[in-house]
């Protein structure tokens, strides 16, 4: 079992970045591919970014590219998103989630390929 923590959210204007946190303990977080989705209101939970294991290979979401970027400290045990040229668009619960694999080379993008979640952080982007 590995328990997330979301920190990072808040309100910004259009044009700004943040950058969001999830913190893992429990269980040894160097086995779990971690990903970030998000959910507006109204709208279905969307992939935004996934990670694997090692932190080498990466994915995006065709609307995040070039302007998110995920990475991982498995000594701190924390996977981030930093996003900049932030869009009203971007408004949403940001999630961080977690699955346990073997492998060292495996993401994934799809939700329910994702074993453990955090509550959710909220990023809202004025225009």
């Known amino acids: 079992q590995v328990q997330l923590v979301e920190s990072g959210g808040g309100l910004v204007q259009a044009g700004a970045s943040l950058r969001l946190s999830c913190a893992a303990s429990g269980r040894t977080f160097s086995n779990y591919a971690m990903g970030w989705f998000r959910q507006a209101p109204g709208k279905e939970r969307e992939f935004v970014a996934a990670?694997?294991?090692?932190?080498?290979?990466?994915t995006y979401a065709d609307s995040v590219k070039g302007r998110f970027t995920i990475s991982r400290d498995n000594a701190e045990n924390t996977v981030y998103l930093q996003m900049n040229s932030l869009k009203p668009e971007d408004t949403a619960v940001y999630y961080c989630?977690?699955?346990?694999?073997?492998?060292?080379?495996?993401?994934?993008?799809?939700?329910?390929?994702?074993?453990?979640w955090g509550q959710g952080t909220q990023v809202t982007v004025s225009s």
């Open positions: 990670i694997n294991w090692g932190g080498d290979r990466l």
């Open positions: 989630a977690a699955r346990m694999t073997y492998s060292t080379i495996n993401l994934y993008s799809a939700w329910t390929q994702y074993d453990y």
